[in-house]
C-alpha cells in the first residue's frame, strides 16, 4: 500500500478545520505541507501522527487537572 496524500481542502477536512485555519498551521510549521507546484499536499499518515500526539497531550492535561483538583479537595 502507497502512501496517502491529501489535497489542502482533503487535509483541512480530515482534521475538522477550515483551510485557512490549515494554511496557518502550516504557516507556523504546526503542520507538515509538502509543495507540489502552487499547490500544498499533505501525508495522511503524518495527520494521524499529529492527531495521536494531540490525543495524548490532551489526556496528559487532563490527568494534571485532576491531580492538582483532588489535592485542592484534600485541603
Known amino acids: 500500500m502507497g502512501q496517502v496524500w491529501l489535497t489542502s481542502k482533503e487535509a483541512a477536512e480530515y482534521l475538522g478545520i477550515s483551510v485557512p485555519a490549515l494554511k496557518q498551521r502550516v504557516y507556523r510549521r504546526q503542520l507538515p505541507a509538502y509543495k507540489l507546484g502552487a499547490s500544498s499536499r499533505?501525508?495522511?499518515?503524518?495527520?494521524?501522527?499529529?492527531?495521536?500526539?494531540?490525543?495524548?497531550?490532551?489526556?496528559e492535561i487532563r490527568l494534571i487537572q485532576k491531580k492538582i483538583w483532588a489535592g485542592k479537595k484534600s485541603n
Open 42 to 59: 499533505f501525508l495522511r499518515a503524518e495527520l494521524d501522527e499529529i492527531i495521536k500526539a494531540a490525543k495524548v497531550a490532551e489526556l
